[in-house]
Nanobody, 122 residues
Framework: QVQLVESGGGLIQAGGSLRLSCAAS????????MGWFRQAPGKEREFVST????????YYANSVKGRFTISRDNAKSTVYLQMNSLKPEDTAVYYC???????????????WGQGTQVTVSS
């Protein structure tokens, strides 16, 4: 399936902002809905946000709603996650994933990136 590579993670202070990017290759990016998931130490991987293939439909986990924004640029085969007002509890490895349709469960996503670490300090 499509190959995905995340970037943009790092260490940031609480209240700050960070933008993650996920570059796709190998398949037609515009055919895939895309999602972001995260996994904190000792926790299960959880849904963060998803965006339809067209980019017109989005959905967010309640924990990030109003703070995070997902977007995509199909011409650049890239999906983004703009993270504002970051909290220490946002600390996790963030993963980009692709699916055939809008979804919020990990099993619906068939391709995954390697993950990028986001650490939010207090």
């Amino acid at each position: 399936q499509v190959q995905l590579v995340e970037s943009g993670g790092g260490l940031i202070q609480a209240g700050g902002s960070l933008r993650l990017s996920c570059a796709a290759s190998g398949r037609t990016f515009s055919n895939y809905a895309m999602g972001w998931f995260r996994q904190a130490p000792g926790k299960e991987r959880e849904f963060v946000s998803t965006i339809s293939a067209s980019g017109y439909s989005t959905y967010y986990a309640n924990s990030v709603k109003g703070r995070f924004t997902i977007s995509r640029d199909n011409a650049k085969s890239t999906v983004y996650l703009q993270m504002n007002s970051l909290k220490p509890e946002d600390t996790a490895v963030y993963y980009c994933a692709a699916s055939s349709g809008l979804a919020v469960t990990t099993t619906r996503f068939t391709s995954w990136g390697q993950g990028t670490q986001v650490t939010v300090s207090s």
